[in-house]
């Protein structure tokens, strides 16, 4: 069992920057590959990016790459979302998941363990 709990999520204007946070517990987060899934109101939760067990790997969805950075501190078991030049699009509750193995790392069924999600709001 993984309990994840997102944390810093809020309230930013247009091309401004919000950094997530997600603690996990357990003694093996290491052993799991770990994702940010995020869901606006009236729309599917849709992978945003992802990051493989040493952190070597990382994955983005094309509408945030090149503005959001993932990445992992496994002796802190915490996973972190940096959000550069924010969009009103961006909007929506962000979730942190894991999972043992990912082969589609887009797919919300590799993921076996989700957060309660963080608010983002981005005004314009």
């Known amino acids: 069992q993984v309990r994840l709990v997102e944390s810093g999520g809020g309230l930013v204007q247009a091309g401004g920057s919000l950094r997530l946070f997600c603690a996990a517990s357990?003694?093996?987060?290491?052993?799991?590959?770990m994702g940010w899934f995020r869901q606006a109101p009236g729309k599917e939760r849709e992978f945003v990016a992802g990051?493989?067990?040493?952190?070597?790997?990382?994955y983005y969805t094309d509408s945030v790459n090149g503005r959001f950075t993932i990445s992992r501190d496994n002796a802190k078991n915490t996973v972190y979302l940096q959000m550069n030049s924010l969009k009103p699009e961006d909007t929506a509750v962000y979730y942190c998941?894991?999972?043992?193995?990912?082969?589609?790392?887009?797919?919300?069924?590799?993921?076996?363990?989700w957060g309660q999600g963080t608010q983002v709001t981005v005004a314009s």
């Open positions: 998941a894991a999972g043992p193995r990912a082969l589609a790392v887009r797919s919300k069924s590799e993921y076996d363990y």
């Open positions: 357990g003694r093996t987060f290491s052993m799991y590959f």
């Open positions: 990051i493989s067990t040493s952190g070597s790997s990382t």
